[in-house]
């Protein structure tokens, strides 16, 4: 939540910003004169706004229509019929009133601690990542966004070294902002809520499955930026924490480092693509040695694994040799009737009709 506060107080609001900001998910910004508080709320756009009754403030030009307001009092006397709130109580209870005249006017929930948990608990991050080139985990983790999107509200993240997703989904935003601006924010001094308000921005509604529940990301501009390990731990942490979707999809390149233990170890579940030739096989054992060495001596828990074969031709391999990590499926490689090649969209909405696939990571 961002919140004006219009008091001539400095040291009264240095305590308010402070103590709310260090024990709530609040960004405050404070304001002491008269003459710029107006130009501050134009410039830059706030949940609430804050004033304490000495603040000589007009309230009769409309500039608050669409934000909340309340007035900020050292008695607990209502003042000219408004939300008034008294100055000097605990900080719990100034949060909760706080909240309280946001919801007021925005007629929405502000999630305490215990819906942020509940939140986090049902937040399910499904992250896809290849056995080798060439695997079609792209495609796959495509049409997993797409199918689970039937169902439910869903984001699809492309991680991957070389971005793909503009082969896969279209959108009418216009917006430049890509996963990258999320990583060179996170160099500078930021804030969860600033975190929050950039990832907003960069969220796109797909129009091309058109379910009206799939929603995603554009990937990295630069390989650099894969480097930036923390973007996975912390932007994770906040779509869990501040978002509404119920599977947050992850398109990832299995290359090994700092990177891919995070995106691993932040995932709910892994899906391995493979399409189980034979050089493919040879792969897929490393792989599942490297996942039991970050089971065994790394920093954080990994979670379930599971295989998807595709451009499978088939093999006496396919349940014998993988007995180990559950097998969701297998899809052969799609051709048109006259053999040749066919589109992303294509194949994807060929997998949409094998759903029953994706419903066992659901």
Not at 22 to 47: A, H, M, P, T, Y
Not at 134 to 145: I, K, L, R, T
Not at 165 to 173: H, R, V
Request: aromatic share 12%; net charge negative; charged share 25%.
């Amino acid at each position: 939540m961002k919140v004006l506060l219009l008091d001539k107080n400095k040291d009264y609001s240095e305590r308010f910003k402070y103590y709310l900001e260090k024990n709530f998910n609040i960004e405050i910004d404070i304001c002491d004169n008269e003459k710029v508080w107006l130009s501050i709320l134009q410039s830059k756009s706030f949940d609430i706004v804050l004033c304490d009754v000495s603040f000589d403030i007009s309230l009769s030009n409309n500039v608050l229509d669409d934000t909340a307001f309340a007035f900020l009092s050292e008695t607990n006397e209502i003042v000219g019929n408004t939300d008034t709130i008294f100055r000097y109580q605990g900080i719990t209870k100034l949060h909760k009133e706080i909240c309280s005249c946001y919801e007021k006017k925005k007629n929405r929930v502000v999630k305490t601690d215990k819906q942020v948990e509940q939140s986090e608990q049902n937040v399910n991050i499904i992250t896809f990542l290849p056995v080798h080139g060439g695997a079609g985990s792209s495609s796959m983790a495509a049409a997993c966004a797409a199918v689970l999107s039937l169902y439910s509200e869903v984001l699809y993240i492309n991680m991957e070294q070389i971005p793909s997703d503009f082969a896969f989904f279209e959108s009418d935003d216009k917006n430049s902002k890509c996963l990258s601006d999320i990583s060179t924010h996170m160099d500078t001094r930021y804030t969860t809520q600033s975190i929050t308000n950039e990832l907003s921005k960069t969220i796109r509604k797909d129009k091309k499955f058109n379910t009206g529940n799939l929603y995603y990301i554009q990937g990295l501009k630069n390989i650099k930026d894969t480097l930036n390990a923390k973007i996975i731990e912390e932007m994770v942490k906040i779509l869990r924490q501040q978002f509404h979707y119920r599977y947050v999809v992850i398109d990832g390149d299995f290359v090994v480092g700092s990177f891919l233990e995070k995106l691993i170890y932040n995932s709910d579940k892994v899906v391995l693509v493979s399409s189980d030739s034979d050089i493919a096989k040879e792969k897929l054992l490393k792989i599942k040695r490297y996942i039991k060495i970050l089971d065994r001596e790394g920093e954080g828990d990994v979670p379930p694994c599971y295989i998807l074969f595709n451009q499978y031709y088939g093999s006496d391999s396919f349940f014998t040799q993988n007995d180990d990590m559950q097998i969701l499926g297998s899809f052969p490689r799609y051709r048109t009737n006259n053999q040749t090649r066919i589109s992303s969209y294509d194949i994807i909405s060929q997998v949409m009709a094998k759903k029953e696939v994706f419903d066992k990571i659901k």
